[in-house]
């Protein structure tokens, strides 16, 4: 089915704002499956509406950086996957990400016309809420996941013995049974995962990673990419 125009005019915007390089009519159609003359006539729509897009025909397009869209409009079935995907964190046993999910909730239902609110409010799909064990509030981890700096921890292993570590966090990883944080950890000098739910207590530390933590996290998916258990985890050492 062809894209309404206004939906193929955002598809556009949205295609020039992920692009790293300057895009042709004739990659925008390919795209979105028209002729060149039609994405000339939508963009120089798009241009007079003072949307700043840049470039000519034959030499590609961008979209000036800062530019923000305006709120968007959902359909049906875009507020149903959101509803099933924000209530699955319930499962998560994530607080810090279930309040987050809950605040999103709020406020797309704030912005929605009545008819699709309902949809919103009266769901046709419903999500178990068992799943991992519940955790305190990991938004920590996650600054420091995205800070790059080092983690002070006290960690129960399986046998309840508890040891206090440094680790490098770069990664969380969300399973049915457990969520858990991929780290390097200097008291083992490899890495490890640890339990989010066994973790006792945690400080984010002003001392940085040595190494970058995207170079941490390819070493770390090269290694253990082929290495789960069964049911699809992770090994907890």
């Given at each position: 089915?062809?894209?309404?125009?206004?939906d193929?005019l955002?598809?556009?915007?949205?295609?020039?704002?992920?692009?790293?390089?300057?895009?042709?009519?004739?990659a925008?159609a390919?795209?979105?499956?028209?002729?060149?003359?039609?994405?000339y006539?939508?963009?120089?729509?798009?241009?007079a509406?003072?949307?700043?897009?840049?470039g000519a025909?034959?030499?590609?397009?961008v979209?000036r950086?800062?530019?923000?869209?305006p709120p968007?409009?959902f359909?049906?079935e875009?507020?149903?996957?959101?509803?099933v995907?924000?209530?699955l964190?319930r499962?998560?046993g994530?607080?810090?990400?279930?309040?987050?999910?809950?605040?999103?909730?709020?406020k797309?239902?704030?912005?929605?016309?009545?008819?699709?609110?309902y949809?919103?409010?009266?769901?046709?799909?419903?999500?178990?809420?068992h799943g991992a064990?519940?955790?305190?509030?990991?938004?920590?981890?996650?600054?420091?996941?995205?800070?790059?700096?080092?983690?002070?921890?006290d960690?129960?292993?399986e046998?309840?013995?508890?040891?206090?570590?440094k680790?490098?966090?770069?990664?969380l990883?969300?399973?049915?049974?457990?969520?858990l944080?991929?780290?390097?950890?200097?008291?083992?000098?490899?890495?490890?995962?640890?339990?989010?739910?066994r973790?006792?207590s945690?400080?984010?530390?002003n001392?940085?990673?040595?190494i970058?933590?995207?170079?941490?996290?390819?070493?770390?998916i090269?290694?253990?990419?082929s290495?789960?258990?069964p049911d699809?985890?992770?090994?907890?050492?």
């Amino acid at each position: 089915m062809p894209l309404r125009r206004a939906d193929r005019l955002f598809d556009i915007i949205q295609l020039l704002r992920t692009a790293s390089r300057p895009l042709t009519a004739s990659a925008l159609a390919v795209a979105l499956e028209v002729t060149t003359r039609t994405i000339y006539r939508d963009v120089a729509a798009l241009q007079a509406r003072r949307i700043p897009i840049e470039g000519a025909p034959g030499l590609g397009y961008v979209l000036r950086r800062g530019f923000d869209l305006p709120p968007l409009m959902f359909t049906r079935e875009e507020i149903e996957a959101i509803a099933v995907a924000t209530r699955l964190l319930r499962r998560t046993g994530d607080v810090g990400l279930q309040d987050a999910a809950a605040r999103v909730l709020s406020k797309i239902e704030v912005a929605l016309p009545e008819t699709l609110r309902y949809a919103l409010a009266t769901p046709i799909a419903f999500v178990s809420v068992h799943g991992a064990p519940a955790v305190s509030d990991l938004s920590a981890v996650r600054t420091a996941i995205h800070a790059e700096r080092k983690l002070h921890i006290d960690y129960a292993d399986e046998r309840r013995q508890t040891t206090s570590r440094k680790i490098w966090p770069f990664a969380l990883a969300y399973y049915a049974e457990a969520t858990l944080i991929g780290a390097w950890c200097e008291l083992r000098d490899d890495f490890r995962h640890f339990r989010a739910d066994r973790v006792q207590s945690l400080a984010v530390l002003n001392e940085g990673f040595p190494i970058p933590g995207r170079t941490l996290t390819a070493n770390w998916i090269k290694r253990f990419s082929s290495d789960l258990a069964p049911d699809g985890i992770l090994a907890v050492r």
